[in-house]
């Protein structure tokens, strides 16, 4: 089962680069989260051009926020900037190290500033679908840490429970410790199912700032709820057992209930009337500018008409004149003809 376990890090080669396992489950996990998106977006009548534009502003700065989040708390014991080799290392995301929370605040700000440059669509009506798609993407991206032998619990000692999906083995400590990626994954896996069923049943869409509250709120209750069997010596209160990141992440949890609850009775609204100003005006420009549009070919569609009906006019008295012509030709051919007649 070790043998099984242990997955070379490294899928292939290409060109003389190693192109590993985790960047590629990465890229797949925000391709399909992507699609996902689209189809969400389609139904809430975003647009295609508005899609690409927020997915280049997300998954850039996303990508950048996760590695950050990991970097910093590490600069001086496992990274260093003082030299380019380190700063190398740093950036270099093929290892891993990657903080969700730094991806979920990048990725926040992608959506604000797509959303304030683009003065078009409600930025909680376009996080919502964008939080849905996050949770697909971490689901698969988890599968990463699998395959670079990372984020894994405290130690199994239960023989029985020495195997996939309870527990992974880690060779560089050599022993079982239980598969966090794995519960994290399924959690999500679950979480996704729920905010599915709620995105796309109701004949009626929930309210701008539902699926971006249950996202914060899930996450909250997952990332808590593996803290009881995370490896490390986390932050505690004083001499207790009590986690410091577990009770804040439970608190943001049960927050979330209550704003949710909140806005589905209309007592709150993530609506600001500043964005929805800046909309207002954007839409009312783009309305008086096809107006405009409209009126300039209204009337070259009518200049175009007059002149058409001239013309028709000019070549009608052309073939009148014409006709005109060929009548006293005729006419006159004729006289001619009756007078030989009458000679004879």
Known sequence: MQNLLAIDRVAFTLFGNEIYWYGIVITLGIILAFCL?????????????????LFIWVIPMAVIFCRVFYVVPRLGEEYSLSSWEGFVDAINISNGGLTIIGGIFGGALGVFFCCLRNKKYSLMRVADCVVIAVLLGQIIGRWGNFFNQELYGIEVTNESLQHLPFAVFIEATGKWHYASFFFEGTLNAIGLAIALVMYFVPKKPLKNGTFSIFYLGWYGFVRGSLEFIKAGNPVTFGNSNVKVVQVICYIVFLVCVVLQVLLQYGKISFETKWFKNLCDKKLEANSKKVRNMSLVNTATASENSQDQHAENANNISELTVLEEIKYSKDSGDNKT??????VN
């Open 37 to 53: 998106y689209l189809l969400l977006a389609y139904k809430r009548q975003i647009d295609f051009d508005f899609s690409l534009e």
């Open 337 to 342: 003809d009756s007078s030989n007649c009458d």
